[in-house]
Nanobody, 123 residues
Framework: QVQLVESGGGLVQAGGSRRLSCAAS????????MGWFRQAPGKEREFVAA????????YYAGSVEGRFTISRDNAKNTVYLQMNSLKPEDTAVYYC????????????????WGQGTQVTVSS
């Protein structure tokens, strides 16, 4: 089992930027595809972005493509989510998660989860 801890959330104005981090421990980090999800109040958890083991391939939800960038540093056991041009509809709790395979977007295909970090975008 891998343990994940997200950080970097907070309050940001619309149009602003924020970088989230997710630190992993417990198992070799490079063994996992890493994903970011988010969940707004009253809504289901939704896929945001994912990155493969080496960091060479990524994919995004249509709602964030071009604004968000996922990256990873395997030497630091950390995955990042750079969020630019934030909108009020980006307000949610953001979670990182692990997967054994690349290309999934369903939360059921991701195993370990962090506790989440709140991002609030004010208009």
């Amino acid at each position: 089992q891998v343990q994940l801890v997200e950080s970097g959330g907070g309050l940001v104005q619309a149009g602003g930027s924020r970088r989230l981090s997710c630190a992993a421990s417990g198992r070799p980090f490079s063994n996992y595809v890493m994903g970011w999800f988010r969940q707004a109040p009253g809504k289901e958890r939704e896929f945001v972005a994912a990155i493969n083991w080496s960091g060479g391939s990524t994919y995004y939800a249509g709602s964030v493509e071009g604004r968000f960038t996922i990256s990873r540093d395997n030497a630091k056991n950390t995955v990042y989510l750079q969020m630019n041009s934030l909108k009020p509809e980006d307000t949610a709790v953001y979670y990182c998660a692990t997967s054994a395979s690349f290309g999934y977007t369903n939360p059921r295909d991701f195993g370990s989860w962090g506790q989440g970090t709140q991002v609030t975008v004010s208009s």
